[in-house]
């Protein structure tokens, strides 16, 4: 049974598995880049561009008393499952979903490598080692695991999602692939890496607007007593 002094070498874990795949895709474009090299297949089906993947096994006690709250909350025995994305953004949250389990379900909580792979634009992003000059989208999904929209929705949320024979309940609202489209998302209309998106986004179709927010940033930056360390913004980001 895993303990909740086990959950950060659950998510050193997760992190750890992240980074080899994150290492393996960008070391093989790499390669295919300079000299036509093409992943071995095999290994990509043993996981080398995986994501990692959280597995609860839940053995069910009927005397357990199941919690009232619409979270951290297993409802059947069973494996559960879920692909993970940049879990190091994630540290916090993961740590806290964790401890609601293993304090309230006898459950046994690993690591493996998941079934999805990482697309290769997710590991491109802020990056300038790796120029696709030349080489053709259509060529390098090919031989790379690429965006494919068709696996990227909300059934699971929506309740539309119905489980395979034999395959693991889902274990969150959205898996790997999702979490990093979405996260593509905010880089895209922010203009600012996703690592320094914070908790709330404020949208604004007014220019004059975010030059006004800049502004109050920089300001409040300059005050000795500053609560703040630095400003991200679109082309620039400065930490004090």
Known sequence: MTRIEDIPRVIESLCRMY?????????????????GERPDRHARAEGLFAYPELRIEYRYN???I?????????NHPGLYA????????????LAEQLTYLIEDYDVE???????????????????????????????LALWFPSTELAHIGDEIADGEWMQPP?????????????VDFSLARLRHYTG??????????????????????????VDEL???????????????????
Do not use: C
Request: aromatic share 12%; charged share 25%; proline share 8%.
């Open 19 to 35: 980074d080899e795949s994150v290492a393996n895709l960008r070391s093989a474009l790499a390669r295919y880049l300079k000299s």
């Open 62 to 64: 009927p005397a357990e």
């Open 66 to 74: 199941i919690p009232a709250r619409s979270f951290g909350r297993l």
């Open 82 to 93: 879920t692909s993970i994305a940049r879990p190091y953004l994630f540290r916090k949250y």
């Open 109 to 139: 909580v690993s690591v493996g490598r998941s079934r999805s792979e990482i697309p290769y634009p997710y590991v491109l992003d802020g990056t300038d080692d790796l120029r696709l000059d030349g080489a053709q989208a259509l060529d």
């Open 166 to 178: 034999d395959a693991p309940r889902p274990l969150s609202l959205f898996d790997g692939p999702r």
């Open 192 to 217: 600012t890496p996703s690592e320094h998106t914070q908790r709330y986004l404020l949208f604004t179709n007014y220019v004059r607007y975010v030059d006004e927010f800049v502004r109050w940033a």
């Open 222 to 240: 300059k005050r000795p007593d500053s609560p703040y360390r630095g400003l991200s913004a679109s082309g620039v980001s400065r930490v004090t």
